[in-house]
């Protein structure tokens, strides 16, 4: 029981300190006169607040050789695209980008909660969010210059979007969007996970809007024009897909004819279990059969890029990794430079009452400045890593991104199995003909009934060679999607990477500057110990 009263105590101990060092008054120098604030004004914002300073053309930065100081340097936002686009605001029309060139922007906001009456066995329904979801564009495709539109989604909306660009865009990389979250909506508190939600959904629906193939597609102008009811075809269940596709089994197995399309797309969802065997048995013979498929990867460009690709994905989780154990560090610096301070304080405190002697007020006032550089240099490390977590946060970008491009192969993978099943396929059926007609040629006059198969067996010949045709159209389709696709993360990679160093090293750099010149003020205030030494 006393062990859980002094544990109780400490923590009331600690939010104590924690408050009195926020209200703690630092004697700031006056701020400088080109009109930039110093960083410790913002010291009550959230980590997640992003500190954006606007500056004049003549202060940006064209090298970084000799910038006039670091100090002043930290202010510039090198990625105020994403900072203007975090929804959490209403549209703002000064945020918008100019009308010189095409631009697409999708703010997510106004959570509300609406019941879902029908299909519920639970008296009164069941409840969801929906979100307001307003854009605006000078696109042509949603009407020109001063487009605006409104509408409100769920999520489930959301994920019908996400399918149906999934199989419209197969070989792009598709931003991956939200999870479900079925845990986290259990365990967190439901402003907090609403609020969360509508975060990632607007950047989700951002991402979409800056892909240069995605942003011009039909499902997403439905999705973010049409009002009501989303008109794109919603996603069946897993088990209405696997029984669709026991009823058509029996079809497949007597040999009926299939669609040429139908067939060159990859058997997915249950709805084609005879082409799942058969796709599976040509997996298998693929990997064990020892035997070379009739069609290959014979790409040695892209399988080159593909292990570049898989290196980097590794060495984006290890930096990834780093990154954070770099921000846990600035935050524990931060907090233990702040209890330093708060400590200073309260020994000033005790001096300055019960001083007797000259010395002791100048020891109180020397022990005051003390506390005043270690509360500054924490507020400093406090904003410092505010500022890491918004540049580093592009490596955890870029793990969801490395999803997409994992993606896109897998669609790459699907489709070149899909023709080696189909010219498996076709190989067996001509075999199978030939066989057929050699047992009819023995016998006077042919056999009828071996006839009738032979011709059934050369029309699905006929159906299967279309299928591979458009099979091998789709899988180079996909080819190409995956070649433009990769070209277009070199240089949007170069760009991103380039943006979070430069943001990163500058702001590390000013900081450092600003934490070092509080400790040289500091230094100079208490000389005097340094003379009396010598």
């Known amino acids: 029981m006393m062990r859980q009263e002094n544990h109780g105590d400490e923590i009331s101990d600690l939010r104590e300190s924690q408050e009195e060092m ?24 959230p980590p997640s607040a992003v500190i954006d300073r606007q ?62 009456l029908s299909n519920s066995l639970v008296p009164g329904g069941t409840s969801y969010y929906t979100y307001l979801i307003t854009t605006r564009t000078n696109m042509p495709e949603y009407g020109g210059d001063g487009s605006e539109f409104t509408v409100r989604r769920r999520f489930k909306d959301v ?30 508190q439901i402003e907090q996970f609403v609020e969360q939600r509508r975060a990632a959904l607007s950047k989700y629906l951002n991402k979409l809007a800056a892909h240069p193939a995605i942003r011009r597609s039909e499902e997403l102008r439905v999705f973010l024009v049409v009002k009501g009811k989303l008109p794109l075809m919603r996603s069946v269940d897993v088990a209405s897909r696997m029984l669709d596709g026991a009823v058509r089994l029996p079809r497949q197995l007597v040999g009926e004819a ?34 070379k498929p009739m069609v290959a990867e014979e790409d040695k460009e892209f399988l080159e890029k593909k292990d570049k690709v898989v290196e980097f994905e590794q060495q984006l989780s290890n930096m990834s990794q780093q990154a954070e154990l770099l921000v846990k560090a600035q935050q524990d610096m931060g907090e233990t430079m702040g209890e330093l301070g708060l400590a200073f304080v309260k020994l000033t405190k005790l001096e300055t009452e019960g001083a007797m002697f000259e010395s002791q007020t100048t020891r109180a006032t020397d022990m005051k400045n003390v506390a005043t550089a270690a509360v500054k240099s924490s507020r400093l490390y406090r904003e ?41 396929d076709l190989v067996s059926l001509q075999s199978r003909i030939e066989k057929l007609e050699a047992a009819a040629s023995k016998i006077f006059g042919g056999d009828r009934s071996r006839m009738r198969k032979i011709e059934e067996l050369k029309e699905t010949l006929k159906v299967s ?36 160093l430069k943001g990163f090293v500058l702001n590390q750099a000013g900081y450092a500057e600003k934490m070092a010149n509080a400790w040289e003020k500091l230094a100079e205030e208490t000389s005097g110990y340094a003379k009396d030494g010598s």
């Open 22 to 45: 926020e209200s703690l008054v630092l004697d700031e120098p006056p701020s400088s006169s080109n009109g930039q604030s110093s960083p410790s004004s913002s010291a009550a914002a």
């Open 159 to 188: 994920v019908t979007l996400s399918d149906r660009l999934s199989e419209s865009y197969r070989g792009f990389f598709i931003p991956i969007r939200p999870d479900k979250s079925v845990v986290e909506s259990q365990v967190m």
């Open 258 to 291: 299939v669609d040429a399309n139908e067939a060159a797309q990859p058997a997915k969802g249950g709805r084609d279990l005879m082409r799942i065997f058969r796709e599976l048995k040509q997996s298998v013979v693929n990997d064990w059969g020892g035997v």
């Open 384 to 424: 410092l890593n505010a500022q890491t977590v918004k540049h580093l946060d592009k490596l955890h970008e870029y793990l969801g991104v490395m999803l997409a491009v994992n993606g896109a192969f897998s669609d790459r993978t699907s489709a070149l199995l899909t023709v080696q099943t189909l010219s498996s």
């Open 55 to 116: 500056t004049s053309a003549s202060q940006h930065f064209n090298s970084i050789l000799e910038p006039p100081s670091y100090a002043d340097a930290i202010f510039t936002s090198f990625d105020s695209s994403a900072s203007a686009s975090n929804g959490h605001d209403s549209p703002r029309p000064e945020s918008d980008p100019p009308a010189r060139s095409e631009f697409l922007k999708v703010w997510v906001s106004d959570p509300q909660k609406e019941l879902e």
């Open 465 to 500: 060679e279309e299928a591979k045709a458009c099979a091998v159209k789709e899988y180079e389709r996909i080819k190409e999607n995956n070649r433009n696709e990769l070209e277009r993360l070199d240089r949007e990679r170069h760009d991103d990477f380039m943006g979070m």
